[in-house]
């Protein structure tokens, strides 16, 4: 039952209330229960985080400092994902689009590509990687450590403490290092036109300029918010709940990257639909 | 006999307050238990940990925990900060019933408890200042302020030199002195050890036990004493801790006029309450479990 239990919800958050006479085999054998479980623990500290947005204490600094760590930290991998992402998809198109003697749309293309999808997607894969681990494999080792327990026994609440300032810092950062991202793969794209395909560089310029809409950058924007989302309240759950020692710690940053990648993926596809529907872009 | 000569040699140091004890041990609050747990029941899984336990815990005592590992021992103070909840029970602190309180009440509750963990529990990304102020930085307290009540709690566990130090350069002891120091600041009326020796050399052990000794008698703190080494046992519940003349802090037996009723002895067993009592009473107890945790055969 303990085990798992997300160690601020003092043994009262989950399932097992319910179910306790079943506990805990088989409970913890039935993937449905279990998946039960867990979901209702990332709601509970869903919905604990934003009822603590209400009131003080609020650590700006720390929000800042996780800003920093999460927005300049991971600028270079971003800035390299998005410029040789932008790179090779006009190497990959390039041909094809001369085949239909369609090369002046090559911009076109890679910019789409780039800022309805790639961007925000690599992106968002990129930090889930970098930060989601880190965020997991901090908040783990603290659980481990004693160290959340200390916070509580200090009266301090880890939720306002630790997860509220990280997942408004990616909230606020990945739509930043999304925009970067698809800026360095326009650059990207356009070096590989001009310089392997001889491409006039205001010939590709002018079709990313006639291939991007306003309703294409709101749809670039407003897709990383919720990666961002996703990856913190993921990450910090799967940190928050670790258990089994440096072991465990192990287990929660893999789970926790793998977990916030498909769900950013699979959030992709419903997110592109809705935008689809709502501003009207991506029909012919 | 302690009462006077606290109240008289306080020179000790400009910076250190003592209870008034002789108003304290008149005040009638003191006859209601700091801490109190009535039936408390608690299990993991199918396992139980604490089935009906009851016990209560008075103004500036100490009751030593004993038990096996895995006897639940760290549970019991777990339960007391509310940071896991009995299936069954009532959880008492200072008079006000804490069993069936959310989040943001227990917080209010556990300003006045500090908690020393097993292995320090330090917050490793920061300096041993910030961790010894961590609780006012919380607060809000004004800077001049903290720093003085920081170098205090450190000169207080001997430490003020690693206020510096990050705790990944601390050895074991020094960590624990500094999760001591943390819990103190703040005045807490209850301070909870949580095997604070474990793994420790005995002469830091002695150390650490002495610093309990010093709250309990001279700063009238209650306490809980988590341990299951019997050398903890017996420095706490023989030993006490007056001022001398020069105004030092000194060490003295009870010996066999003086008996400690300050002191008391709770042995977890099967998840029952084993043993309450004196250690005297522990010592000449005939039961073959309680000899052989005492005795080792």
């Known amino acids: 039952m303990a085990a798992i239990c997300l160690p601020f919800c003092a043994g009262r958050c989950n399932l097992t209330l319910f179910f306790k006479e079943a506990l805990p085999t088989r409970f913890l054998m039935n993937p449905l229960l279990r998946f039960i479980a867990e979901l209702q623990d990332v709601s509970l500290l869903l919905w604990r985080s934003i009822v603590s947005l209400r009131h003080g204490p609020r650590y700006f600094a720390e929000t800042l400092r996780q800003m920093d760590m999460i927005g300049v930290g991971s600028l270079p991998i971003v800035l390299l994902t998005g410029f040789f992402t932008g790179g090779v998809l006009v190497l990959q198109t390039y041909p094809t689009l001369e085949y239909y003697s369609l090369q002046n749309e090559s911009g076109r293309s890679v910019a789409t590509s780039l800022i309805r999808e790639l961007g925000p997607v690599l992106s968002a894969l990129m930090v889930s990687g970098r930060i989601g681990s880190a965020i997991a494999a901090e908040l783990g080792s603290m659980v481990v450590s004693q160290q959340i327990e200390a916070m509580r026994a200090l009266g301090t609440d880890p939720i306002r403490k630790l997860v509220v300032p990280r997942i408004t810092a990616l909230i606020m950062m990945l739509p930043l290092l999304t925009v970067a991202a698809d800026i360095f793969g326009l650059i990207g794209g356009g070096i590989v036109a001009n310089y392997i395909y001889g491409q006039d560089i205001h010939v590709f310029s002018e079709s990313v300029r006639n291939g991007i809409s306003t309703k294409d950058i709101i749809a670039g924007m407003v897709k990383p918010i919720f990666f961002g989302f996703i990856i913190g309240l993921v990450a910090c759950h799967k940190g928050l709940s670790t258990s089994g020692g440096t072991v465990g710690v192990g287990r929660s940053v893999t789970n926790s990257v793998v977990t916030a990648s498909i769900w950013v993926i699979i959030f992709d596809f419903f997110l592109a639909k809705a935008l689809q529907y709502l501003l009207d872009i991506g029909r012919i | ?297």
């Open chain 2, 1 to 297: 006999m302690l009462v006077d000569e606290a109240n008289s040699a306080l020179p000790l140091s400009d910076d250190i307050e003592f209870t008034d004890m002789k108003e304290a041990v008149d005040s009638p609050d003191r006859v209601a238990p700091v801490i109190e747990f009535r039936d408390v029941c608690l299990s993991f899984d199918e396992k139980v940990i604490l089935n009906g336990i009851s016990f209560s815990v008075r103004r500036g005592e100490t009751k030593i925990i004993l038990g096996r590992s895995g006897g639940g021992k760290s549970t019991v103070i777990r339960l007391i900060l509310g940071l896991i909840k009995p299936d069954s029970g009532r959880i008492l602190i200072d008079g006000e019933d804490i069993t069936d309180h959310d989040e943001p009440a227990l917080m209010t509750v556990r300003q006045k408890m500090g908690m020393v963990f097993q292995e320090g529990a330090l917050f490793d990304s920061l300096p041993v200042y910030e961790n010894v102020a961590y609780r006012l930085r919380e607060q809000g307290v004004e800077e001049d302020e903290v720093e003085a009540e920081v170098r205090r709690m450190l000169r207080f566990v001997a430490l003020e030199d690693a206020i510096e130090k990050m705790p990944s350069e601390l050895s074991g002891g020094m960590r624990r002195r500094v999760g001591i120091a943390r819990a103190l600041v703040g005045d807490p009326e209850i301070v909870l050890f949580d095997e604070p020796t474990a793994g420790l050399d005995p002469p830091t052990a002695r150390t650490i036990c002495e610093l309990a000794i010093k709250l309990r008698d001279l700063h009238d703190v209650s306490s809980i004493f988590v341990t299951h080494e019997m050398n903890n046992l017996r420095y706490l519940s023989s030993e006490y801790a007056v001022i001398d003349e020069g105004g030092e802090v000194r060490f003295e037996k009870e010996g066999e006029r003086l008996c400690m009723i300050n002191t008391e002895i709770l042995m977890l067993r099967d998840g029952k309450v084993g043993f309450e009592g004196k250690d005297e009473e522990l010592l000449r107890s005939e039961d073959p479990y309680i000899r052989t945790f005492v005795h080792g055969k």
